[in-house]
Structure formats: structure tokens, C-alpha cells
């Protein structure tokens, strides 16, 4: 018995100890489950945070527009791509000294200042185009367009005429300082309506347009003085990119007699043309007497080839106009 009582007092002892250390172990084993648990629910909160400002971010940028800037100017277009509005501009400086030539004047001046603003709105689009060179500022280019169906856009305000093909190249596109001189005898800018479509995956052009009428080589009047228009058409064929000819002319009639503006010689012109070489110099006018006075009819065929940095472009045209001798 006295061997017995002291193990027997061991191994109760023991168990309670045992038993000790178990109930400690489950509560820290609870402590930590806790702990765990109050991590997964931060971390869940955690995702759930981030996941409503990637929701908030991605509504943000579906309602908000895009900011363009480049060679090309700047832009501002709505995220659907149905409003656009854009800006950018255009600047020559010419220095002008003839050789041998002293009926001019050898000078530095501005050859054209053009700020361009353009845009778009769902199937309309517009254009404006001021000219600050001249000594008063003057409008350019003031249009709108509208998209209609079957590939037809029409055209309303000041344009350029469909007729000359180096004409209707862009100012800041050409590859001499002037354009040449059959483009003289084209019409510039002038005020009507145009139809524009295409055929043949754009490779068949056909421009029609009906307009105040304007003399050769210059801009439109404010106002059609004489009451008559002028019918302006192009026909252009591009079999393969870079390679493209046509026809284009116009037809109509000018009468600067009943120019109400034709209290002087010079006004009773308005509707002749005066021509100028490549230094902007007139080199042939009509004598003070002479006015407009019925059909004045161009036709232009024209083509052009380009091939990598090399091309071509031609065209001839020839302008009558009728006209009378005070």
C-alpha cells in the first residue's frame, strides 16, 4: 500500500495537469479561429472596397470624354464617338523678292492664318475656317454637313468648288509654295449646296453642287449680285490606291451689269477674272470697261499617280466667259 497511494497520487495529478493544459490549448485554439475570422472578414471588406471603386472608376470613364492632343491639333470626343470637336490651325510666312522687277514691292507678309475649328454631332458635322492674313479678317471655309442615307452627304455654306483638282488640295498639302497655273482658271471657295456619294468601296467619287458662281480663281461674293447660279460637277475614278483621273466642270452665267455694286469701273468687274503668276502678281486684267455679260462654262479633266515618295498630278482647263465692252 505504501508503494500503491504514491502513484496513484501521480497519475491523478498527472490528469489534472493534463486536463489543465487541454482546456488552455481549445481556448487558444478559439482566440486564433477568432482572429482568423476577423482577417477573412477585412480582407473580404477589403476586396469588396476595391471592387466598388473599379465599378465607380469604369462608370466614370464610360460617361466621361477623351482629351486628344497632337501634330494634328486637339480633340475632345464623347465616349460613344458621337460628338467631336476639334482645333488646330495653319501659319505661312512668305518673303517675296522679285528679280529684276520693280513694279512690286519686295516684302515679308503672313500668307495665311487660319485657325480651324471642326466637329461632329451624331450625323451632322460642321467646319469654320477664318483668314486672318488679309488687312480685314475673312471667312474661308464656313460649312455644314449632313450624312444621309445611301452614302450621300450634303453639303451647305461656303466650300471650295468641286472643279479644280490642285484646287481642292488642302493649303497646307502642296508641294510648291503656290498652286500652278491652270489652277487660275478654277473657281475657289464659293456659297451654294454640294451632294457628295461614293461607289465602288470609295473608289468612284461623284461631286455635284449649286452655287452663287464666282470668277476665275477667286473667292465668292457676300451675296449673288447678278441673281444667277452656276452648276458645278466631278466625276473621279480611283481603279487602285494612288492612281486616280476624272472630269469636273461648270456652268452658268455672269452679268456684272445688274451688280448693284457698279457705281465704279473696278465694281462693274466683279464678275471678271484677273490672273496671277505663281509670286501672286497679276499678269493679265480686263480694260476698266469690260463687264460679265452671259455664259461662262469651264471643263477640267485631271488625274494624278503616286507611287511611294514619287507622283504625278495634271490637269488642263479652259474657262470662256462672255463678255461686253461699255
Given amino acids: 500500500m505504501r508503494k500503491t497511494l504514491p502513484i496513484a497520487a501521480g497519475l491523478i495529478a498527472g490528469s489534472l495537469l493534463s486536463g489543465a493544459a487541454g482546456a488552455a490549448t481549445t481556448e487558444e485554439l478559439e482566440r486564433r479561429i477568432q ?32 482629351v486628344k492632343a497632337g501634330l494634328d491639333g486637339f480633340a475632345l470626343v464623347s465616349p460613344d464617338k458621337q460628338a467631336e470637336l476639334k482645333l488646330r490651325g495653319l501659319l505661312q510666312f512668305d518673303g517675296r523678292f522679285g528679280l ?15 485657325p480651324t475649328l471642326e466637329g461632329k454631332l451624331g450625323k451632322a458635322a460642321f467646319r469654320f475656317t477664318p483668314e486672318f492674313a488679309n488687312d480685314d479678317a475673312d471667312l474661308v471655309d464656313g460649312y455644314i454637313d449632313w450624312t444621309l442615307p445611301a452614302n450621300l452627304v450634303l453639303r451647305a455654306g461656303q466650300f471650295k468648288a ?39 468601296e470609295k473608289r468612284l467619287g461623284f461631286e455635284f453642287a449649286v452655287t452663287n458662281g464666282t470668277p476665275d ?102 474657262s470662256a466667259q462672255e463678255v461686253a465692252l461699255g
Fill in 217 to 318: 480663281g477667286r473667292d465668292a461674293t457676300n451675296a449673288d449680285f447678278d441673281g444667277e447660279q452656276e452648276l458645278n460637277a466631278r466625276v473621279f475614278f480611283e481603279p487602285v490606291p494612288g492612281i486616280g483621273f476624272g472630269v469636273a466642270g461648270s456652268h452658268g452665267e455672269k452679268f456684272s451689269k445688274n451688280d448693284t455694286r457698279a457705281a465704279s469701273p473696278n465694281n462693274a468687274q466683279a464678275f471678271l477674272p484677273r490672273y496671277r503668276s505663281p509670286a501672286q502678281t497679276t499678269i493679265f486684267n480686263y480694260v476698266a470697261t469690260a463687264t460679265a455679260d452671259g455664259d461662262h462654262s469651264r471643263i477640267t479633266p485631271q488625274a494624278y499617280a503616286y507611287a511611294g515618295p514619287f507622283g504625278v498630278m495634271a490637269e488642263y482647263i479652259e
Fill in 35 to 66: 482572429e482568423l475570422e476577423q482577417t477573412v472578414r477585412l480582407l473580404n471588406r477589403k476586396q469588396e472596397v476595391s471592387e466598388e471603386i473599379y465599378v465607380a472608376d469604369k462608370s466614370r470613364a464610360a460617361t466621361a470624354g477623351t
Fill in 162 to 200: 468641286p472643279v479644280g483638282l490642285e484646287r481642292l488640295q488642302s493649303g497646307s498639302s502642296l508641294v510648291f509654295i503656290e498652286r500652278a497655273f491652270p489652277t487660275e482658271l478654277a473657281p475657289n471657295r464659293d456659297r451654294g449646296l454640294a451632294l457628295y456619294t461614293s461607289l465602288l
Fill in 100 to 114: 529684276d522687277d520693280d513694279k512690286d514691292a519686295d516684302t515679308f507678309l503672313f500668307r495665311r492664318v487660319r
